[in-house]
């Protein structure tokens, strides 16, 4: 998979990480934390999603 990875990739997520460490005022431990916090909500919006879907979703029939 790292492969898939280009260079450009690379030079995009050290700017991302830059950009996150001067939010927080050059504090790497906060930056982090931010990061952390803001997975955890997409990792929840994302789990609530799913449910929803399931909850709409339309029963398959059985096709013989």
Not at 8 to 23: F, G, K, P
Not at 40 to 46: A, Q, V
Not at 48 to 56: M, R, S, V
């Amino acid at each position: 998979m790292f492969d898939a990875v280009m260079q450009n990739d690379l030079e995009r997520y050290d700017r991302a990480v830059d950009s996150a460490i001067a939010t927080c005022g050059g504090d790497i431990r906060g930056a982090l934390k931010a990061l952390i916090i803001a997975n955890e909500f997409l990792e929840e919006e994302l789990r609530q999603a799913q449910c929803a879907a399931e909850d709409n979703a339309v029963p398959r029939r059985n096709v013989a």
